[in-house]
């Protein structure tokens, strides 16, 4: 159970950092003035992306796994 609630707590701050490089690109996009800003800004959102992706899959299923493992022990036990 500690594992979920560490994925749960990761994926909130993963969350709020993707927002600030979301916030970031917008930024240096509007201050270069029609140049492209450098490639590190530009991709920065996408690896706190992936990440999102995992913990928010995880998370996703995570009731539906519960469920079955708790089915098994009912059936298990009678």
Not at 2 to 13: D, M, N, P, Y
Not at 26 to 39: L, N
Not at 42 to 57: I, M
């Amino acid at each position: 159970m500690k594992a979920s609630l560490w994925i749960r707590q990761f994926h909130r701050w993963i969350s709020i950092i993707f927002t600030l490089t979301v916030i970031a690109n917008f930024f240096a996009m509007a201050q270069s003035r029609g140049a492209m800003p450098p490639a590190w800004i530009t991709y920065s959102p996408l690896l706190p992306l992936a990440l999102l992706l995992f913990t928010g899959l995880y998370l996703f299923a995570l009731p539906y796994f519960s469920k079955a493992r708790n089915e098994r022990k009912v059936t298990v036990a009678s």
